[in-house]
């Protein structure tokens, strides 16, 4: 047995000992998921040899995907079946499916864990629904296509970006209505609330800059030039910096969110669009959406050191740890480490 099916069957073995209890040898490797949004699959990728070991079906137009509050599960959304698909976030073994959710693009819960919330691009509305059974509670128009979603630290309010009418709309989740819509400029992708819960970052793929809204004067009040299809932002393991790909520039840029300026640009060419940290926040994968592969990028040299060839179109990517970009809330704090006998004595 050679090349890929070697791989797959050593990977197997892996998850049938550990679901069975037992011991390996060889435990599991641990994996990156990714989803060939244009292949409707999900490639399971060996992170420690780069090399994809299984590819399977995975619904239609696969884009994104959220871990459960509680860490449990991940979820990824299949847009055009019209489901949510539940994976063991260690081992992408798929658990079970909901139906019935109508075009999840994209997805997320509320801090609080009280909701889910889905905005159906292609069907331009966005879906609140209760998290403990996604029954679905409100409905809500939002012209045209929205896109990416962001929520308030108290849970109170939602915002999203809504693509074709070139705006932000905050939604309240407490009332289930949308307070206000702006424009922000053009095809606005990626958006991120600040810590200071008073302004939001908001990228623009028609263009080539991330902008600052401020919320109570409802404005455009900064224009950050990050590269040519400045498309998706995310939080890092630095609460200091927000990284955005710009997919057009292929780069990856970080921007200070005290200074609210660009401080780096990491090149990742190829279409760069959604990205995730290792566990040990060393490295950051990247899916390239023109080529096929991740791009794996060393964040002390800054530059790509391994790229894994993958589906059609790979858009989302789950690293499984405390610094991946799908967590739906803070990662609990690390315990603190034991104190020796010595420490213990001085008390």
């Known amino acids: 047995m ?18 069975t209890g037992g ?15 244009e292949e409707a699959s999900m490639s399971i990728v060996d992170r420690l040899m780069m090399q994809e070991v299984d590819r399977r079906p995975l619904g239609r137009e696969p884009h994104h995907l959220i871990l459960t509050p509680d ?21 992408a073994v798929e658990r079970k499916r909901i139906r019935n959710i109508l ?29 403990k ?5 409100k409905r809500i128009a939002l012209h045209t296509l929205p896109s990416h979603m962001a929520f308030s630290k108290d849970s109170s309010s939602v915002y999203f970006t809504v693509q074709g009418s070139n705006q932000v709309a905050a939604v309240s989740l407490e009332r289930q209505e949308i307070m206000w819509s702006l424009d922000v400029g053009d095809s ?49 393991p630095d609460p200091k910096r927000v990284m955005v790909s710009n997919r057009i520039e292929g780069t990856i840029g970080v921007i200070d969110v005290e200074k609210l300026e660009l401080v780096d640009t990491i090149k990742v060419p190829g279409g ?17 959406r023109w080529r096929r592969k991740v791009a794996v990028v060393d964040l002390a040299t800054r530059k790509v050191v391994g790229t894994v060839n993958v589906g059609r179109s790979p858009h989302g990517l789950y690293l499984n740890g405390p610094h991946t970009v799908s967590r739906s809330r803070d990662a609990p704090p690390e315990a603190p480490p034991a104190r020796t006998a010595e420490e213990k004595g001085r008390q």
């Open 2 to 19: 050679t090349g890929r099916g070697f791989w797959r069957a050593l990977w197997a073995a892996g998850v049938l000992v550990c679901a």
């Open 23 to 37: 011991s390996a040898v060889a435990a599991d490797p641990p994996v990156a998921i990714i989803l060939n949004s």
């Open 71 to 91: 860490g449990k599960d991940l979820i990824v959304a299949s847009t055009v079946t019209n489901e949510l698909v539940f994976l063991d976030p260690v081992t």
């Open 103 to 131: 075009d999840p693009y994209q997805l997320g819960f509320s801090p609080d864990g009280k909701w889910f919330v889905t905005a159906a691009f292609r069907m331009n509305h966005v879906d609140i629904y209760e998290a």
């Open 133 to 137: 059974d996604f029954k679905l509670v």
């Open 188 to 236: 606005p992708a990626g958006i991120f609330v600040l810590p200071d819960q008073k302004r939001l970052l908001v990228g623009l793929t028609g263009e080539d800059a991330v902008v600052v809204v401020d919320m109570a004067r409802k404005e455009v009040v900064k224009r950050i030039t990050t590269g040519r299809g400045a498309h998706n932002l995310f939080r890092t």
């Open 272 to 288: 760069p669009d959604d990205l995730d940290f290792t566990p040990d926040g060393k490295q950051i994968w990247v899916t390239l």
